[in-house]
């Protein structure tokens, strides 16, 4: 018989569980809006810059221009990232998965800070300045790095600017900052998923902001949560064209096979990300010749939503992102490091939210095991 203690409804994944309050974003999977701070993304998207969003989502209101002369200069962006730390980042990624250059690039710098050692309020907000104004270096390197490429450095002290130029090593169009910025705004937050959840549990502890991200990082590693862009941009390349497009998802829905870049946990309706990607994607795809990846993805989304859209799927930001990023150029390996670049934001924000009402996560699990007590023998009277 099990006592009261191990009793209790399984939410399993925590599905359905409210665990924390936040006045930060707003997921309306209903209505398809993403807000953020009581401000709809389109128009945040339309009028604003990377920066403003992420000192919105930190500080809870719009900057003065004093506000973000400050914001800026604590970010540092002009600092960029050390020689040894790129240095590290290109072993790192000749080894092993982009995300883990990411996630040893935020360790590494942590264990350099002497900051990381303290949890008040001050310390934490400062410890998430320096990560956040390091981020376009250190992702800029990890694209670098896989193509075997050596470092470049911007004196930009614009997020999206100093990326793309130490990312290419040339300066990038406005068109191309145009494009970085919004993919950036519209990533910067969604709610309480793995990785911002990750991020919140670790800093719950009293830990630092570079433990938090590390954890968060670890988390957006994972194909369930940072990868579906890649692997729809896959699809798209293996279906080739339009004219296929009918019968390649045909077969894959009758062989059960999920659509990449197709439904959400939250929306039922058209993600409002996507919805916003798609119309650069296309722009994108036919200035750089890739035209006909765009046609057959709006000819996939075509037959999705005639065969599955009574049920509430459709196009998620997945679906148009890889062709965003791959018209710029990139490599399908940085997708996710890419959506760190923009997620920072979103981690430090929440993070540092939770911690002004701190209360240490800590769960159960139900115990479904041998409750004994059992009789404990030696090693040597144990049966094979
Ligand atoms: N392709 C084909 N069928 C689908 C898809 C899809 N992409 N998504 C859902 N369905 C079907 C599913 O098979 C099920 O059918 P039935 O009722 O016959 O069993 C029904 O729709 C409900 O599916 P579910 O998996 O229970 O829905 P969910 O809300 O739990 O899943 C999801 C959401 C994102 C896990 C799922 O839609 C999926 O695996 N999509 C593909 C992966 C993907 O694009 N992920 C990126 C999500 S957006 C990133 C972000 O916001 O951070």
């Known amino acids: 018989m099990m006592s009261s203690n191990q009793q209790g409804e399984i939410a399993k994944g925590l599905e359905g569980v409210v665990a924390a309050e936040t006045k930060i974003g707003f997921v309306d999977g209903i209505n398809g809006r993403l807000v953020y701070r009581g401000y709809n993304i389109e128009d945040l998207v339309e009028k604003s810059n990377f920066e403003e969003v992420a000192y919105l989502l930190i500080y809870g209101k719009l900057p003065t221009l004093t506000d973000f002369k400050q914001f800026k200069d604590n970010l540092n962006l002009k600092a960029g990232i050390s020689e040894d730390l790129f240095s590290i980042i290109s072993k790192t990624t000749q080894k092993s998965h982009p995300m883990s250059a990411l996630r040893t690039a935020v360790s590494y710098q942590g264990a350099f800070d002497p900051l990381s050692s303290n949890s008040d309020l001050k310390s934490q907000e400062k410890m998430g300045l320096s990560i956040m104004g390091s981020f376009p270096s250190i992702v800029a390197a990890i694209n670098r790095s896989i193509k075997g490429e050596g470092r470049v450095v911007s004196k930009s002290t614009d997020y999206v ?48 902001m570079y433990s938090a991200v590390t954890s968060a990082v670890s988390s957006l590693k994972g194909p369930l949560h940072g990868g579906a862009n890649e692997k729809s941009l896959e699809m798209l390349e293996k279906i080739g064209s339009p004219k296929n497009a009918e019968k390649v998802i045909s077969e894959m829905l ?42 057959t993805a709006e000819e996939v989304e075509k037959v999705m939503v005639s065969k599955l859209g009574s049920k509430g799927i459709f196009p998620n930001v997945d679906f148009y992102s890889g062709i965003v990023y791959k018209s710029l150029g990139f490599d399908s390996k940085i997708f996710t490091p890419i959506f760190a670049l923009a997620r920072i934001s979103g981690w430090f924000a929440r993070s540092f939210e939770y911690l002004h009402d701190n209360r240490l996560f800590r769960p159960r699990s139900l115990y479904k095991g041998e409750v004994g007590p059992l009789k404990y023998l030696p090693i040597n009277e144990r049966k094979q």
Do not use: C, W
């Not at 409002?272 to 296309?282: E, F, G, N, T």
């Not at 200035?287 to 046609?295: A, E, I, S, V």
């Open 161 to 208: 600017e100093k990326f793309l130029e130490e990312s290419f090593g040339r300066k990038p169009s406005d068109f191309e900052k145009e494009v970085m910025r919004v993919a950036l705004i519209i990533h910067a937050d969604h709610g309480m998923n793995a990785s911002t959840f990750a991020s919140m549990v670790t800093i719950s502890t009293l830990s630092d």
């Open 254 to 295: 009758e062989k059960k096979e999920k659509i990449m870049g197709f439904g959400h946990r939250v929306y039922k309706v058209y993600d409002p990300r996507a919805k916003i990607l798609k119309v650069y994607a296309k722009q994108l795809a036919e200035k750089t010749g890739h035209k006909d990846l765009f046609d």
